[in-house]
């Protein structure tokens, strides 16, 4: 892959479909202004990813030469200079601010509001980059907290209801993950002794263990509760979004494999586009909302 390419990550980029959500549940995307504005936000936050992803790189250039894997990247292994990497960062940042103000949504909503988020996601990860990322367990709220940040965006750009539940169970989806991937680098570092970041060395995979576990659990049970609250089933117009559950279910029990017994939840992003059983679950998912949803608007 072209350095270039590599450095902005564009395989991350399916993380950034967290701001559609919002729109989906809302019966939105067959209205295509409010499907184009999702979209606007969308690609705004693919700029601001690879800006971030830009400013990690070179912070992180001197460890990930030490990585097994990471010493690949483009910075540190001199495929792309730290200058050249701060003149793609900064171009990716301006750009995700100047899509915003060049494309404003179509529902009336001031795009300063709209700016005020990225920069918010902006100077947080920046923050993340250059020092918060060394301490544990605020590293890790720090990620979910970006993904919190893309559904509200989603729901500003579009104009639609965002209930708690969502936010909620973003939240927890994103600790669940991201300890996860945490975990990941505390094998590493009991295997090799190699230190991805500062951090790891205050974690330990019995304590990983234990806290995976537990937001597995949580996340369950806040989605059950989701499917089946009276506010959420008269929203939806149906009592059967409990059976949505089974696929979360067996998702999330899945992940818990890779990461436990398999040991490579390193890349939630790789594991989705790689694993099919974790494909079957999201695809099989997603249609059961679509049924739920918009069933009735396809087919009249």
């Known amino acids: 892959m072209n350095p270039i390419i590599s ?7 399916v993380k950034n479909c967290f701001v559609l959500l ?9 209205d295509v ?66 899509l915003i103000c060049l494309f404003p949504c179509q529902v009336g909503v001031d795009i300063t509001h709209l700016s005020g988020i990225i920069l918010l996601y902006l100077l947080m990860n920046i923050a ?5 990322k060394q301490i544990a367990i605020v590293d890790v709220f720090i990620i979910a907290a970006g993904y919190v940040l893309r559904i509200i965006a989603g729901a500003m750009a579009t104009g639609v209801f965002l209930s708690y539940w969502m936010v909620l169970m973003t939240f927890l989806l994103a600790l669940f993950l991201a300890f996860s991937k945490r975990r990941d680098d ?15 060395a205050r974690y330990n995979l019995p304590f990983m263990n234990q806290v995976i576990g537990i937001l597995a659990s949580i996340t369950m049970v806040c989605y059950i509760m989701y499917t089946v609250s009276p506010e959420v089933t008269s929203r939806f117009q149906s009592p059967f979004l409990y059976v949505t559950s089974a696929f979360v279910l067996a998702g999330i029990i899945r992940y818990l494999q890779i990461t436990i017994v398999d040991m490579k939840s390193g890349s939630p992003t790789k594991v989705l586009l790689e694993d099919r059983f974790i494909q079957a679950t999201v695809l099989g998912w997603l249609l059961a909302f679509v049924i739920l949803i918009y069933a009735d608007r396809l087919f009249i």
């Not at 729109?23 to 995307?29: E, K, R």
């Not at 606007?40 to 030490?66: H, K, P, Q, V, W």
């Open 22 to 30: 919002p729109l989906f549940f809302n019966g939105g995307f067959l």
């Open 186 to 200: 505390v094998v590493m570092y009991e295997e090799t002794n190699i230190k991805a970041r500062n951090s790891i």
């Open 128 to 132: 993340y980059c250059v020092r918060l």
């Open 7 to 13: 450095i902005l990550r564009p395989q991350q980029w």
């Open 33 to 98: 202004p409010l499907l184009l504005s999702a979209m606007t936000m969308t690609l705004a936050f693919c700029f601001a990813a690879s800006g971030i992803y830009c400013l990690n790189d070179i912070c992180d250039a001197e460890s990930d030469r030490l990585h097994p894997k990471k010493y690949l990247r483009p910075v540190a292994c001199g495929a792309v200079s730290k200058r050249s990497a701060f003149v793609l960062m900064a171009l990716c940042m301006v750009a995700s601010i100047s």
